[in-house]
């Protein structure tokens, strides 16, 4: 069955610090996504990447960068010079072919960034 | 503003009564899914319609009930309302019912007394 396990429940770290959300996913589809959503104090939940099973490329965006490894079944985001507005819960989600692209979600990981 | 409506914001009721939360897809976008977010659950799926037509089921309850009209909106609807309903009901919409990117709307919270 499929799955997202985030275990990092809270991390917690000083402004300017760079700070690496773990993502690691269950799967017997060889056809899948994996994305991940930030989730402010405001509520809302706001995209920030989608990759799909095939593009195993790194990607950076700014001070955000993601670190894909099917070897590990691993999605990692990393932050690089944490801000303040960084502070957020972060969701990690994947969503398979044969389940109509639900996206099953992780528990998700608040960081809290300090000035 | 990633372009999904959701109405009402915030909504308080009483256990027993019945409500519909409404979704506005952003435009373009034929699919719709609801999700549910409560603490001890966490994020859910509940359902999804495509161009109006029922297209998945998650984990939605037989109390709980959803439709995509004509022009894309879609509602929830929750009746025989519990204390354990009380969540963050989403609504995300994309532009078709394969693996693309979901949006969602700002949520409604639910509050069951």
């Known amino acids: 069955a499929q799955k997202v396990t985030q275990a990092q429940t809270e991390i917690s770290v000083v402004e300017k610090e760079d700070v690496t959300l773990d993502c690691v996913y269950e799967t017997r589809d060889t056809t899948y996504y994996l994305f991940w959503y930030k989730q402010p104090p405001s509520g809302e939940l706001v995209f920030l990447i989608r990759?799909?099973?095939?593009d195993e490329q790194n990607e950076i965006s700014g001070r955000y960068s993601w670190n894909f490894q099917k070897s590990t079944s691993s999605f990692n985001f990393t932050i690089t010079a944490s801000q303040v507005v960084d502070s957020a819960v972060y969701f990690c989600a994947l969503s398979e072919g044969d389940s109509n692209y639900q996206l099953i979600w992780g528990a998700g990981t608040k960081l809290i960034i300090k000035p | 503003d990633s372009g999904v409506t959701q109405t009402p914001k915030h909504l308080i009721t009483a256990t027993g009564q019945r409500v519909t939360l409404r979704c506005s897809p952003r435009?373009?976008?034929?699919?719709v899914y609801w999700y549910q977010q409560s603490l001890d659950q966490g994020l859910q799926f509940l359902i999804q319609?495509?161009?109006?037509?029922?297209?998945a089921k998650g984990n939605i309850l037989e109390r709980f009930s959803a439709q995509q009209f004509p022009d894309l909106h879609s509602e929830l609807n929750l009746s025989s309302l519990e204390l354990g309903d009380s969540a963050l009901y989403f609504c995300?919409?994309?532009?078709?019912?394969?693996?693309?990117?979901?949006?969602f709307g700002p949520g409604t919270r639910l509050t069951v007394t």
């Open positions: 319609y495509y161009n109006g037509e029922e297209r």
């Open positions: 435009s373009g976008d034929l699919s």
């Open positions: 995300a919409s994309s532009v078709s019912g394969s693996a693309y990117e979901q949006y």
């Open positions: 990759r799909n099973s095939f």
